[in-house]
T-cell receptor
Framework: GQQLNQSPQSMFIQEGEDVSMNCTSSSIFNTWLWYKQDPGEGPVLLIALYKAGELTSNGRLTAQFGITRKDSFLNISASIPSDVGIYFCAGHPLRYNTDKLIFGTGTRLQVFP | DAGVIQSPRHEVTEMGQEVTLRCKPISGHNSLFWYRQTMMRGLELLIYFNNNVPIDDSGMPEDRFSAKMPNASFSTLKIQPSEPRDSAVYFC??????????FGSGTRLTVV
C-alpha cells in the first residue's frame, strides 16, 4: 500500500538538542498528523494540521503543513530523554476522500543524556 | 474513559492455527480501524468500519484474513489458517465522527 516518505529513518542526539524530521508525498493530502509511538504501545497523536501553510505548536513540538500540501515537518526543541520513541507522520490523501489514514515509515529517535 | 481495548496483548500460535484478535472501541466512536505493523512494511491499514459496516478492506492481505464488527462496541480480526509471515503487531483504532483516531496498545502476534 501507499506510504509516505519520512526522513531521517533514525536520529541519535544529545539531550537539549533540537530535532527536525519531515515527510513527503507524491500526492496531495487533506490533513497531516504526527504521532509518537513508545515501545509496546500504540501511536499517540501529537499534532494535527488541516490547512496548507498551517504552523501548529504543542509545547516543545512544532509542525507545519507544507504549502504544496505534499509535505510536512515536525520539530522538537530542547529534547529530553522521554522524547525517545518512533515518530510517524500520517495523512488523509485528498484522492481517497475517506477516513483512510496513510502512515509514514517512521523516524526512530534516541536521546542521550 | 478506558481507551481502545485490545486483547490479547500477546499471542503465540502454531502455523495453521486460527487466531482471533479482539477490539473494544471507545464508546461513541463510529469508525474502527485495524492496522498491522511490521519492521519491513511499517503501519498498514487492513480494514475499516463506519457505523459497524466495512467501508474499505483493500488492505486485507488475503482470504485468510477476515474482520467483523457485530455491534458498535466490539470487533474481531481473524486469521485462518495463520502463517509465520503473519507475525506482527496488530492495532485497532477508533474515531469519533470527523475527528482523529485513538489507538489501542496492540496485539503482538507470533506464529511459529
Amino acid at each position: 500500500g501507499q506510504q509516505l516518505n519520512q526522513s531521517p529513518q533514525s536520529m541519535f542526539i544529545q539531550e537539549g538538542e533540537d530535532v527536525s524530521m519531515n515527510c513527503t508525498s507524491s500526492s496531495i493530502f487533506n490533513t497531516w498528523l504526527w504521532y509518537k509511538q513508545d515501545p509496546g504501545e500504540g501511536p499517540v497523536l501529537l499534532i494535527a494540521l488541516y490547512k496548507a501553510g498551517e504552523l501548529t505548536s504543542n509545547g516543545r513540538l512544532t509542525a507545519q503543513f507544507g504549502i504544496t500540501r505534499k509535505d510536512s515537518f515536525l520539530n522538537i526543541s530542547a529534547s529530553i530523554p522521554s522524547d525517545v520513541g518512533i515518530y510517524f507522520c500520517a495523512g488523509h490523501p485528498l484522492r481517497y476522500n475517506t477516513d483512510k489514514l496513510i502512515f509514514g515509515t517512521g523516524t526512530r529517535l534516541q536521546v542521550f543524556p | 474513559d478506558a481507551g481502545v481495548i485490545q486483547s490479547p496483548r500477546h499471542e503465540v500460535t502454531e502455523m495453521g492455527q486460527e487466531v482471533t484478535l479482539r477490539c473494544k472501541p471507545i464508546s461513541g466512536h463510529n469508525s474502527l480501524f485495524w492496522y498491522r505493523q511490521t519492521m519491513m512494511r511499517g503501519l498498514e491499514l487492513l480494514i475499516y468500519f463506519n457505523n459497524n459496516v466495512p467501508i474499505d478492506d483493500s488492505g486485507m492481505p488475503e482470504d485468510r484474513f477476515s474482520a467483523k464488527m457485530p455491534n458498535a462496541s466490539f470487533s474481531t480480526l481473524k486469521i485462518q489458517p495463520s502463517e509465520p509471515r503473519d507475525s506482527a503487531v496488530y492495532f485497532c483504532a477508533s474515531t469519533p465522527l470527523g475527528r482523529l483516531s485513538t489507538f489501542g496498545s496492540g496485539t503482538r502476534l507470533t506464529v511459529v
